[in-house]
């Protein structure tokens, strides 16, 4: 339900001249006391109206060139972002590639070839802190796992915008 009152422009144009409520009609002046509309309408333009001089002084308005030089860093900036994304999402992509391509070697080395590492690990060690060495299958799982975790969220943080 639209309500429009047919004063509502001479009203606005009363306080929009500074003429309400001293320098204006009294019939117009009688409309608004009866009008609730009209009455609402006063109140609200008359907070805009007065408080337009403080709005003005409180935030100065920036040279044309600055906000020029503003809008084409900002364009720059947002050009810059826009071609890092795909570059960004590739690297991802390599990187879950490559941890991919290192689980299939060693899926596909012997197992004799394992126990050999291992020694080969073990013999670099100093003696007087070995520990007991977890298989190599132990850690091929633990890569797998790391790298099904990690690569996703290194493709979200390479996506996500600032």
Known sequence: ??????????????????????????????????????????????????????????SPVP???????????????????AAARPIAFIQGVAASVAIWLLVTFLRTVPAATYVAWKEWLVGLIPHASRAPVPSLAVLAVLVVIGAAVLAPVAIYFAMAED
């Open 63 to 81: 040279s044309s060139g600055l906000v020029w030089w503003r809008a084409q860093l900002r364009a720059r900036d947002e050009d810059a972002r």
């Open 1 to 58: 339900m639209i309500v429009e009152c047919a004063r509502e422009q001479d009203v606005l144009d009363a306080i929009a001249s500074q003429r309400w409520p001293e320098r204006a009609d009294d019939d117009l002046r009688a409309h608004v006391r009866s009008c609730e509309l009209c009455a609402d309408l006063v109140e609200v333009a008359s907070a805009l109206m007065n408080d337009d001089p403080v709005a003005s002084q409180a």
